[in-house]
């Protein structure tokens, strides 16, 4: 306990020093009475020695109250000292009980900090032998699914191989057979006519079997009659081929052909081939990732990919197919050229780079470009070339994570990157914007369902479709519900067809729970093998 000063005792006095006090001013009353007692016998000696006896009667009595006074004075400072080491005692008890209990309080947070901590690090050991196992799995899925796919193509070799040598003799055996025919030559009249074995079998000859040219004569149509009235039967007659019908068949134009509104005519192989070359012109179908073997393409730093394949196939304008294998390429974007960016590309921030393949003698490399159509090849040296996926540069010049199987994407932490609709409270479909986290070439997309609630535990519905309007999706639509007591929770929600790049639309059953989108991945259109 702090010493106090003689003042302090004065001004603020406790209980004991009360006591003190009052034995004090006692005792002083008591000295007053022994001065004027004195004062007396000062007069009474001065008055008579007779009284002297009296006067040592006095004495002894103020003695004996001087006694008295000492012995109270020392019982009064003893019970001080006693209350003073109790109150002592009784604060050292205090304090020893208080330290104990801040000990245990201590003790148990830190035992329960550690317990949350081996917990965590356990599910997250958990979780990481989950994604291995599922990436082994997905692995040997690809693995088998490449050999099946070699077998095939075996087969289909061996098999195209006998069916050519199978052609080629049936070529010969048809040489030979023309080569043995007396066909007569075709002179003026024979229009009409059919070839046929004369009577005594010496050889063929051309006779009039019923076969009238249509007016013109010039289209390569013909109606073989079996009969004199049929002879007499008028072209017009006849009606116009349809899918379920049999009859005249006009041909379209290239130009009718690429537009495909004509129901009437047929193409012909011009036509044909026109229209597929509008079509590769279209840039979602150019977009396509080519055909792949073991494609894996992942994210490696802010500014690296790797691209790996047991083979690629690359194409030429005219579609003619080149091949490359054992692909083991890193795509930097911190460099120009080859295995960089594209030729004349800077590096530009919120924008998606498409990665494409192509040959070098061989030898493949790869690049970054901004062009759908891989405009940018920074050797342009071969003709083939190939789009393997994408890769989006964030706003601040960073990859967003991701892992590609063949055309598969998974997509990376943090979540908070590929959330595309937080506190959603539309409840008629609403267009959801996804250019910041899913590529334009890319034909579905796989959404987490997110519910958030302050109060209340209503069950609430959030539906995605490729488009809608009203309550009503216009597309295949995906549903999943959320009843939320406590403040935040989440569930799969499904994957959606894309009928507009990189965008949806949502609706919400109600508005508590507020609803919520996180893209977890996406596929794109591909070509196939």
Known sequence: MASRSFIDYLLNPGPDEVELQEAIRSAAGVADDIAAAFVAIDAAVAATAADVVTVNAQVTYVEGLISTFDTDAAAAIAAIAADRAAALADIDTASTTAQGAIDATATSAISTVNTARDDAIAATDAGVATITTAVTDAQAALDATGDAITTDLNIIKADTQNFRDEAETARDEAVAAAAAVDIPVIVSGDAGKVLTVKGDETGTEWLDAGVDLPAGGTTGQFLRKESATEQDADWADLPDASSIQAGIVELATPAETVAGLDQDRAATSEGVKAAIDAAGANDQLTAAIGEAVNLIIKYVTAATVDIDADRIVLRDTDGVALSVANVNLTVDMATSGKNGRGSGLTEANSTWYYLWVSEDGGVPYAWLDTSISGANDPDAISDFKGLVGTVRNDGSGNFLKFIQFNDMVLVGEPISTHRVLSGGTSTSYA?????????????????????????????????????????????????????????????????????????????????????????????YFRRYL
Do not use: R
Request: net charge negative.
């Open 431 to 523: 267009t959801v914007d996804l250019s910041s986290v899913v590529p334009p070439n890319a034909s579905t997309v796989e959404f987490m369902g997110e519910f958030a609630s302050s109060s209340g535990t209503n069950a609430i519905f959030i539906q995605v479709g490729a488009a809608g309007s009203g309550t009503t999706a216009t597309y295949g639509k995906k549903q999943v519900g959320g009843s939320v007591g406590a403040a935040y929770s989440v569930t799969a929600l499904g994957k959606v067809v894309l009928s507009t790049p990189q965008q949806v639309a949502y609706y919400m059953t109600g508005t508590n729970p507020l609803g919520g989108l996180v893209v977890v991945g996406y596929e």
